[in-house]
């Protein structure tokens, strides 16, 4: 047990804050951090928890804004989210599913909850990661992946009943299918009443837990549901039990070694990066999207 990575600390969910009008979200981090840089190359992590919305007949949502230098991650437990861009793309997260968009040289965007979710109403619980680009690749041409649950790596544990799905990187040797400029494990690990699993996550990459469904053990620590654990950079193993089924989001990423200038929408190297975006915003080089 020599091995087993150290917890810096169990946080429990920061107060609640509206995003627009259709997402409401804990903000972990880099806000509940030491400094912006700690859980690098995530820069961001918005949880949406559990949240019933009323039926509406104007979807909810965020109305357009741009983003570059990095990427957004959007992961859906429940409910549903459209979303299109100034490159003309567009598509539906479902349950299950995330949406994995490069901004890279930038983009104008638009989320907003999908139009028939809308209209009934229903439980909402999504998680939003900001995941920052290397230096090298803050200009790359903005994509999207598309990756349902059906796409993802799958590895069944022992009691067949339990699952890791593997978004990005790999565990056991099953990998996940999304593209990343930096190395970066992303797992949903759905476990059953007392099943229990290990990860051997490399010591000096950073990494995080957000229990989304249950209560859980990590490394004997008792965590409760909504509740995100920070590990320490010493060590390797981290032992998961489930004293009830539970759904954890693991993170763990090499760190990026560069400097960190970010503001509002945009992440960069530099502070004149930062301007640099906002006056190719307002000059247009982003694109037109209509509200």
Do not use: C
């Not at 803050?138 to 022992?158: A, D, S, V």
């Not at 970066?184 to 699993?197: F, I, P, Q, W």
């Not at 763990?252 to 006056?279: C, D, R, T």
Request: hydrophobic fraction near 35%; charged fraction near 25%.
């Amino acid at each position: 047990m020599n091995n087993l990575r150290k917890i810096d600390s169990i946080i429990p969910p920061p107060p609640a804050h509206m995003v627009g009008d259709g997402f409401r979200v804990h903000g972990f981090f880099p806000g509940q951090l030491s400094n912006k840089k700690r859980m690098s190359p995530f820069f961001i992590m918005d949880y949406g928890s559990k949240i019933e919305f009323t039926p509406s007949s104007e979807p909810r949502g965020v109305g357009v804004h741009p983003h570059a230098g990095f990427e957004t991650v959007t992961i859906a437990y429940h409910g549903r989210v459209a979303h299109h861009d100034s490159a003309g793309n567009r598509g539906v997260i479902k349950e299950g599913d995330v949406q994995w968009m490069t901004a890279g040289s930038g983009l104008l965007h638009k989320e907003y909850h999908e139009k028939e979710f809308s209209k009934t109403g229903g439980l909402f619980q999504m998680v939003q990661l900001w995941v920052n680009l290397p230096a090298r690749f803050k200009k790359t041409t903005p994509k999207y992946q598309g990756i349902t649950r059906e796409m993802m790596g799958k590895f069944l544990l022992p009691d067949k009943k339990s699952i890791i799905e593997i978004i990005a990187g790999e565990y056991n040797g099953v990998k996940g299918p999304a593209f990343t400029f930096s190395p970066v494990h992303l797992y949903n690990a759905r476990l059953a009443k007392d099943a229990s699993v290990e990860f051997d996550l490399p010591e000096k990459y950073n990494t995080g837990f957000l229990v989304i469904e249950g209560n859980v053990k990590v490394n004997s620590e008792n965590v409760p549901t909504d509740h995100f654990v920070l590990f320490k950079n010493e060590g390797e193993k981290i032992i998961l039990e489930a004293s009830e089924d539970a759904v954890v989001l693991v993170l763990s990423g090499e760190p990026i070694e560069e400097p960190l200038a970010a503001y509002g929408p945009f992440v960069m190297n530099k502070w004149e990066e930062i301007e640099q975006a906002i006056h190719d915003v307002n000059t247009g080089k982003f694109g037109v999207l209509e509200d």
